[in-house]
T-cell receptor, first 113, second 110 residues
Framework: EAQVTQNPRYLITVTGKKLTVTCSQNMNHEYMSWYRQDPGLGLRQIYYSMNVEVTDKGDVPEGYKVSRKEKRNFPLILESPSPNQTSLYFC????????????FGPGTRLTVT | GESVGLHLPTLSVQEGDNSIINCAYSNSASDYFIWYKQESGKGPQFIIDIRSNMDKRQGQRVTVLLNKTVKHLSLQIAATQPGDSAVYFCAESLAGQLTFGSGTQLTVLP
């Protein structure tokens, strides 16, 4: 089944404790992206990647890191999480190269205390 | 990135009627526009897209209209059904960077 998977789905952590949210897709898509969704603010793009070893900042990259060492994986790293990063995070992928029909993962709800 | 906004945060329509959801975008250089549907507790789901060199595109029960003169995008849903109740987001893209609107809650009344 073609899908985007994220892990974990739920995470409660404390300020400053490094964490990684994994994202994997099995559709051989070139384009992958991370978003956060907050009430009243909609979806905001954090980082995106057009292909392996290519990453670019979205609208809200501060406090986040990403890597794209393999085509299928695009982990989101929070080196030192803060409470303002409490949010619902979505990973998405699409074929890329002008086709941004994105497939979204199920979401990761992160709480930073 | 520049923001994408919506005219109305909520929209209620009678089952069987047509729905129109509007979106204003700011970046005249955006080359691709997408509509997504998000049901409660789920990730967004692609509905339809349109490139900047087009002004209309039709899908199954949905039509997207693009007016570049006034930087306006709309989604029309024909014969709205209860399953169409969701939040609808528009998004604009420029070279892979996507900016989403804040969403419109569509409620279908029986």
């Amino acid at each position: 089944e073609a899908q985007v998977t994220q892990n974990p789905r739920y995470l409660i952590t404390v300020t400053g404790k490094k964490l990684t949210v994994t994202c994997s897709q099995n559709m051989n898509h070139e384009y992958m992206s991370w978003y956060r969704q907050d009430p009243g603010l909609g979806l905001r793009q954090i980082y995106y990647s057009m292909n392996v070893e290519v990453t670019d900042k979205g609208d809200v990259p501060e406090g986040y890191k990403v890597s794209r060492k393999e085509k299928r994986n695009f982990p989101l790293i929070l080196e030192s999480p803060s409470p303002n990063q409490t949010s619902l995070y979505f990973c998405a992928s699409s074929p890329g190269t002008g086709d941004y029909e994105q497939y979204f993962g199920p979401g990761t709800r992160l709480t930073v205390t | 990135g520049e923001s994408v906004g919506l005219h109305l945060p909520t929209l209620s329509v009678q089952e069987g009627d047509n729905s129109i959801i509007n979106c204003a975008y700011s970046n005249s250089a955006s080359d691709y526009f997408i509509w997504y549907k998000q049901e409660s507790g789920k990730g967004p789901q692609f509905i339809i897209d349109i490139r900047s060199n087009m002004d209309k595109r039709q899908g199954q029960r949905v039509t997207v209209l693009l007016n570049k003169t006034v930087k306006h995008l709309s989604l029309q849903i024909a014969a709205t059904q209860p399953g169409d109740s969701a939040v609808y987001f528009c998004a604009e893209s420029l070279a892979g960077q996507l900016t989403f609107g804040s969403g419109t809650q569509l409620t279908v009344l029986p």
